[in-house]
């Protein structure tokens, strides 16, 4: 059937909370405003106030209260309005739930899933504009997921419900809207499984998220001039399936990793730096990396847009490794 | 005193005794290097958790801070595993990987000693959270010191667990100095803190911390108020700690006279109690010898555990990061 990726996130919550009366949802305007993006469409009348809870604007504090009722055994799904906000509760996020299974020996659990979207959008200005996610991949303790297909979204959102560890779930504002096919009935995608998203034997591209978008669009491009580019989306950042990828390039001996986040210490550096480990034989050509500018986001759109890869940066990657 | 029998004051007693025994033993074992890394003791402090702890079931919450020996053996924690947690060895509590500020023992529902500064506070709400949300009967305790309360994280949790009528307990433990820095130059309504939890809608109440029966008193009460859904609640008790902030400070240091500390000296925990177990002729010097080798043994048994297990292995570093 053909859901939005919004839709595919209500499904997998509301799939769960039917399940499962350990899950609540819990964030600012999840309720009566069902979500600042609509995500929790429907979910107070189905589910009522105590499992569906508007919070003051806190982060480090609902943030910390959802750890604390996950270390009590409860499950709790924390909404950030936007994952900018999570800065605000990284103390909680970092000191605590990253490390509470390990500082107590193994006593104590987090099943705990904080979800929201990351990512620039149009023109929010630098403080709504974050890809954030090389900064909880950095955190052992965490498992970190950023999907870019409803399908994707609905099945990894279930397992991330269901997995035992805090997981940051890293959605985008740009993506809620996009349609795509998502398979009947019950069904998870494990946590840690890369996808190859289009089959090409002269480059593998690597891309997450709404990158994914730009990596299949450049693919389309690319093929129209003869160049068949493979496009791996790992969805999964942490932990990281190198395989997949590893295999891909083995086969095209040239990588180019696709990320919206700025340069320095992004996360495509980790990838390379995996891939240069593992399959530096194989690669015919240096990796390229295409991402974002290391500038807080500009608002006005002309620079917004020069901050942010796009299809000519991709083309022009591809081309200089052939 | 009325309604308190013997048995019961000289487990208080008993109870007081073994914190600070086996702190100052760990503050030896310190000195000799067998506990490394920061260790701040509890000394002075002891009938707040002792009195408090008396008050609960063994399936309430009990969650502190990175001063958390005393309340970790005072909810009933092996003194040989806790011994243990600090000489970094397997048969620690946390297995050797939390120390002395993270000791954890969820049989007996102790959740943890935390060492960023206000930030257990909002996982205080997140327990008490969850035995409301299973409609289970059961109260969390959230200790504190005073250093904490300017955070902001202690108040979202307060707002929170007011706004929600959290089934919680906040006790500050007011020893008046964050590390060196007294109350007053440090909290705005430094002479009245109850006040703070009060401008949230909280019940608010201070407590004399070195008088374990006061405390226990007062937490009788709140505890039976907090059980009944009556709302969050908290408890000032007012307290000083005899010894320096960690082990990196003496007693006294730069920031508070060697006058002042003995001043308190004079109303520690031990000898109140002691001293008023004596004028009521319910206790007389023969008890209190025989409580202290009793007690030795015990601390003395501790570091023999802890001094004969082994450390952890290299390859168990990996292990509980994450939960398969």
């Known amino acids: ?322 | 005193m009325v309604d308190m029998d013997r048995a019961d004051l000289l487990s208080l007693y008993r109870q007081m005794l073994l914190i600070r025994r086996f702190e100052e033993k760990s503050a030896e074992m310190y000195a000799l290097a067998k506990i490394a890394g920061f260790l701040h003791l509890y000394i002075g402090e002891e009938a707040i958790a002792v009195g408090a702890i008396a008050s609960l079931r063994p399936d309430d919450y009990v969650i502190s801070a990175y001063r958390d020996h005393g309340h970790c053996l005072a909810r009933g924690s092996d003194p040989g595993r806790v011994m243990a947690e600090l000489f970094g060895k397997a048969t620690g509590l946390c297995k050797g990987k939390g120390g002395s500020m993270h000791l954890v023992d969820l049989p007996h529902r102790f959740m943890g000693g935390y060492a960023i500064v206000g930030g257990h506070i909002p996982l205080a709400t997140g327990l008490a959270f969850a035995n409301k949300y299973r409609s289970l009967d059961l109260v969390t305790v959230c200790f504190f010191g005073e250093g904490a309360l300017p955070s902001g994280q202690a108040h979202e949790a307060f707002n929170l667990a007011a706004l929600w009528k959290l089934p919680i307990i906040f006790i500050c433990e007011n020893n008046r100095y964050g590390m060196g820095t007294p109350a007053e130059r440090a909290i705005a309504l430094y002479a009245n803190v109850a006040e703070t939890a009060r401008s949230y809608g909280i019940t608010a109440e201070s407590v004399d911390g070195m008088d374990v029966l006061a405390v226990r008193t007062a937490m009788q009460r709140v505890v039976a108020e907090v059980r009944a859904g009556h709302g969050p609640w908290f408890i000032e008790a007012t307290t000083y700690r005899f010894m320096g902030h960690s082990m990196a400070d003496p007693a006294h240091g730069h920031y508070r006279t060697k006058e002042e500390v003995e001043e308190y000296r004079k109303r520690d925990p031990l000898l109140l109690l002691k001293n008023a177990m004596m004028t009521q002729k319910l206790a007389d010097e023969t008890d209190f010898k025989q409580l202290e080798r009793e007690i030795g043994e015990i601390v003395r048994a501790a570091v023999q555990f802890a001094e004969d297990s082994a450390f952890p292995a290299r390859s168990d570093l990996h292990a509980d990061v994450l939960q398969e």
């Not at chain 1, 397992?159 to 398979?183: C, H, M, W």
């Not at chain 1, 090409?200 to 580019?229: N, P, Q, W």
């Not at chain 1, 990281?240 to 180019?256: A, M, P």
């Open chain 1, 1 to 322: 059937m053909e859901l939005s990726y919004r839709e595919a996130l209500n499904q997998a919550m509301r799939e769960e909370m039917r399940r499962d009366q350990r899950i609540f949802l819990i964030g600012e305007d999840v309720a009566y405003y069902q979500g600042a993006f609509k995500v929790s469409k429907g979910f107070v009348e189905e589910f009522g106030p105590q499992r569906v809870i508007d919070t003051p604007i806190t982060e480090a504090g609902f943030t910390g209260l959802a750890i604390g009722a996950a270390m009590a055994g409860l499950y709790p799904i924390v909404e950030l309005m936007t994952m900018n906000f999570g800065i605000v509760a990284l103390d909680q996020i970092v000191n605590n739930a990253a490390k509470i299974r390990y500082m107590s020996g193994g006593q104590l659990s987090v099943p705990l899933v904080i979800r929201g979207p990351g990512s620039a959008a149009h023109q929010l200005g630098a403080q709504h504009s974050q890809s954030l996610e090389a900064w909880f991949c950095h955190v052992p303790g965490l498992k970190v997921i950023a999907p870019a297909t409803p399908h994707d979204a609905k099945g990894l959102l279930k397992s991330a419900i269901r997995d035992p560890n805090p997981v940051i779930f890293i959605e985008a504002q740009l993506l809620y809207s996009t349609k795509g096919e998502v398979q009947e009935g019950e069904f998870i995608i494990p946590i840690g499984i890369a996808e190859v998203k289009r089959m090409g034997r002269d480059v593998t591209i690597v891309a997450y998220s709404k990158m994914l978008l730009l990596a299949l669009e450049a693919a389309d491009a690319l093929s129209r001039e003869g160049i068949e580019a493979e496009v791996i989306d790992p969805r999964t950042l942490k932990p990281f399936d190198l395989q997949t990828i590893v295999t891909s390039v083995k086969k095209t001996g040239r990588l180019v990793i696709v990320e919206e986040g700025w340069h320095f210490c992004g996360l495509g550096a980790q990838i390379a730096e995996s891939l240069y480990a593992t399959a530096f034989d194989y690669l015919d050509n240096p990796i390229r990396r295409v991402t974002g500018e290391d500038i807080p986001m500009p608002y006005c759109r002309l620079l917004e847009d020069a901050a942010i890869p796009d299809l000519p940066r991709v083309i022009e990657a591809v081309k200089s490794l052939l």
